[in-house]
């Protein structure tokens, strides 16, 4: 194993835990060297059963032969960072998850109409920007069946560390990719789908409607924190279906929502 021991933030090849920000990790100038963080033992093995390619590891060194003795056989001879957790947590600016980070080699971003292929069941994330929400949305979409989840292009990056940890590695099993923000219903349609915005609107249909279960190919619409959905991506779908409530409550958080809404509307 190549164990390179930390010392300092200038150390080579530790920038990508320290000094880059998301952002950076994401847009390289050269796109085969974009890089995304996983963290955590479990999900950094998530991420390579499902063929992700690792580049190096960030690891407290008593999981050396703890929690990532496993990943290490795993992972060839890539570099692997170790320090103490102080030392690494004065590093990355954070104490790591269960002690293990990995930086991984983005994928290149599939078409649309990969993705979709032979989908039964899509999400589409209009505009969600909350890590905690996007991370949550994928673990959702992956245990409830969903096939593939589309992202437009002002949403936040569902590789994203932290959005990556919360979904307990779901990014990794679902099929997505990026979607344009414009028009994105036709596209859809194009494609052989039926759109349903998740939305409150004086023409909605509890999420429970019959015409919605019948639907072949359905493709679950799911809005902003706060504001939801605009009025003209409403407009556009073929359904808005909202979400029966109780006690006066009026909504659920997106993340929530999206689960009831998954259960209802998967493909049995």
């Known amino acids: 194993m190549n164990i390179i021991e930390v010392h300092s933030l200038s150390q080579a090849g530790v920038d990508v835990y320290s000094t880059l920000t ?46 990532a003795a496993d990943i290490l056989r795993r992972v060839g001879d890539i570099p692997v960072y170790t320090g103490e957790r102080e030392v690494l947590a004065g590093l990355t600016g954070y104490t790591l ?50 096939d593939a989840v589309l992202v437009t292009t002002h949403s936040c990056d569902p590789l994203n560390r932290r959005a ?44 429970d409607d019959p015409a919605l279960m019948a639907e072949s190919r359905l493709a679950i619409i799911l809005g902003t924190e706060g504001d939801g959905l605009s009025r003209e991506a409403i407009a556009a779908a073929d359904y808005v279906a909202r979400i029966p409530m109780a006690h006066g409550v009026d909504s659920l958080n997106v993340a929530a929502a999206s689960a009831v809404a998954f259960w209802q509307l998967r493909k049995s």
């Open 97 to 146: 998850t269960r002690g293990v980070l990995c930086a991984m080699r983005r994928p290149a971003p599939l078409s649309v109409e990969t993705v979709c292929r032979d989908a039964q069941r899509v999400v589409v994330i209009d505009g969600v920007v909350d890590t905690t929400n996007i991370g949550a949305i994928f673990r959702s979409a992956a245990a409830l069946g969903m």
């Open 22 to 67: 998301e952002a950076q990790l994401r847009n390289r100038l050269e796109s085969e060297k974009a890089v995304f963080i996983a963290e955590s033992p479990k999900v950094i093995r998530v991420a390579l059963d499902a063929g992700y390619e690792p580049l190096s590891l960030l690891c407290e060194r008593r999981h050396l032969v703890g929690d």
């Open 164 to 207: 990556v940890r919360v979904s307990m590695g779901s990014v990794f099993l679902v099929p997505w990719t990026w979607l344009d923000a414009d028009d994105y219903c036709t596209t859809l349609r194009r494609l052989g789908f039926r759109t349903v915005a998740m939305a409150l609107s004086d023409n909605s249909v509890s999420v």
